[in-house]
């Protein structure tokens, strides 16, 4: 086996894939195992939200899911009064890309295959033993159980996760006691708006398009949801259902498949024990309301990559592993604690809940309302919390927020074509600092982290953005401030880059040389 530092990735979802991509492209050996034989054509999610894309924009990957995806902005609501306008974002992707996710998985896989990744189906892991050395993980296959020693493994294998019960570690919370119904199928009449949800006093329907023919199809029929969850479900209860909260089925015929599902709202009671990390479903399952499961899988992966391979390669202090956690489980508790209230807010058959139902698909109309709730689905709102320890006045505003893309001119150009965008600084995967000041005194001050941190002298686009920025792989901002500000700099370096190395001058990236940098301006 390589003698590169290397990692078991359990699960060929889109999680485990998005992770073994950015592990391989940071020169790591990474092995994928899925015990499923074969990957699933059927499709639990059905979209990516613009964080998503923006984040798969940083690696320079979205495009082929846009090619491959029905980009939709917004979608009637309630009685068709509300409206979900994703045009109103403030992203290069504003809508919603509406995609099975099987078709999201074969881009995915390719990318992980492209950069190195060895993927294995067929396998199951059977045993799992860690040490101060590595982690010995039993995989199974028809032929025999063999072991493979890794440096870490981690779970990416779903809400019943073998990772985190070999791990012993607790997948805290409560099972839904109704049942939901999901489909994908055809119409006779296409809806209009073709994104169409309706509620009423049966319950909801929403219909998604794929772009193929085929719809996706869920409905929540209060006069079903006491129905066995193994019960087959029938073409004539969807009918019956759509017609019911509809007044119209759409003609709707030929299923390619039909599930009635219940969901749970779990989450673990902690993402790493020593060198077993956990990720998506097996780090936390919630019901589907507003399409955040696989939005949070592929964050979850992408905060997690470059961090592990950091730590891996020696990059990072030990404690800037821990931040995952530390990072992404609040924003799982949100969630799930948002998901939760919808839903219940959903099912209830009160009258309260009615006049509220009624009144929120009205507020929608609202401009305000509008764009705080979009924000909030796009996932443009997170914000991670600021380091520890920070010195020389108060943190500032943009610090744990996104970067936002913008056109990028070199330092001193005048109008006319730019040097490209800031997502495109972001193509290796390595730290980013943008200085944006006249004589350059933040560049100046990155000294000695050139390994670590690609220095662009050049002006965004954008009047929003402080004088200078350090942002992180994942297109966070790990500090924001001025040139008099480089003491809360080194300090943010420090934190995330570990000491500076006597020697080191800071290269310069794709601002100072007016076109993009070169491979070794991101090393």
């Avoid at 485990?16 to 592990?23: I, Q, S």
């Avoid at 964080?51 to 980009?71: C, N, S, Y």
């Avoid at 023919?213 to 129905?227: H, K, N, P, Q, S």
Wanted: overall charge positive; hydrophobic content about 40%; aromatic content about 6%.
């Amino acid at each position: 086996m390589s003698t590169s530092p290397s990692v078991l990735v359990v699960g060929a979802g889109p999680t485990g894939l998005t992770l073994a991509a950015e592990l391989c492209a940071a020169g790591l050996t990474c092995h994928v195992i899925d015990k499923r034989p074969a990957a699933s054509d059927r499709s639990r999610a059905f979209g990516l939200l613009p964080r998503t894309l923006e984040l798969l924009d940083l690696r320079g990957r979205a495009e082929p899911f846009v090619e491959r995806g029905l980009p939709w902005a917004h979608a009637a609501l309630g009685d068709g009064k509300g409206w979900l306008d994703y045009g109103r974002a403030d992203t290069p992707f504003p809508y919603m890309l509406v995609i099975p996710q099987h078709r999201t998985e074969e881009q995915l896989r390719r990318w992980a295959v492209e950069r190195g990744a060895r993927i294995r189906r067929g396998v199951e892991l059977t045993g799992l033993r860690q040490d101060a050395g590595g982690v010995s993980a039993d995989l199974t296959t028809a032929e025999g159980t063999t072991v493979l020693h890794t440096d870490f493994v981690v779970g990416c294998d779903g809400a019943h996760s073998t990772v985190r019960r070999l791990a012993g570690i607790r997948f805290e919370g409560s099972a839904y006691e109704s049942s939901l119904i999901v489909a994908d199928v055809r119409l006779a009449v296409e809806p209009d708006p073709v994104v169409y949800a309706r509620m009423g006093r049966r319950g909801m329907v929403v219909l998604f398009p794929f772009g193929d023919g085929t719809f996706r199809l869920i409905v929540l029929d209060r006069e079903r949801m006491a129905v066995p969850v193994d019960t087959p479900v029938t073409v004539a209860e969807l009918r019956d259902s759509c017609r019911s909260v509809l007044g119209t089925d759409f003609g709707l015929h030929d299923p390619l498949w039909m599930s009635r599902f219940r969901s749970e709202q779990r989450l673990s009671e902690r993402y790493r024990l020593g060198r077993v990390l956990l990720a998506g479903d097996a780090a936390h399952t919630h019901i589907p309301s507003g399409g955040q499961g696989l939005q949070t899988g592929v964050q979850d992966a992408l905060n997690l990559g470059w961090k592990l391979a950091a730590h891996l390669r020696g990059r990072c202090p030990a404690h800037v592993l821990d931040t995952y956690q530390r990072e992404r489980r609040p924003i799982a508790r949100a969630t799930l604690r948002t998901t939760d209230l919808l839903y219940r807010f959903e099912v209830s058959r009160s009258p309260a809940a009615r006049v509220v139902r009624s009144l929120s698909t009205r507020l929608m109309g609202l401009p305000l309302v509008q764009s705080a709730v979009v924000d909030q689905l796009s996932g443009l709102t997170l914000r991670y919390p600021p380091l520890p320890g920070a010195v020389d006045g108060p943190v500032h505003r943009l610090v744990g927020r996104r970067l936002p893309d913008a056109a990028l001119r070199p330092a001193g150009a005048g109008p006319g074509p730019g040097a490209g965008r800031l997502y495109e600084l972001f193509r290796e995967g390595t730290f980013v600092l943008l200085d944006q000041s006249a004589g350059g005194v933040c560049a100046g001050a990155a000294q000695g982290w050139a390994d670590r941190v690609t220095v662009v002298r050049g002006r965004a686009e954008r009047t929003d953005l402080a004088e200078a920025l350090l942002v992180r792989p994942d297109g966070y901002i790990a500090w924001a401030g001025h040139g008099g500000g480089t003491g809360q700099l080194r300090h943010s370096l420090r934190y995330w880059c570990g000491p500076a190395r006597p020697g080191g001058g800071a290269r310069a990236g794709a601002g100072a040389r007016g076109g993009r940098p070169p491979p070794e301006a991101a090393a």
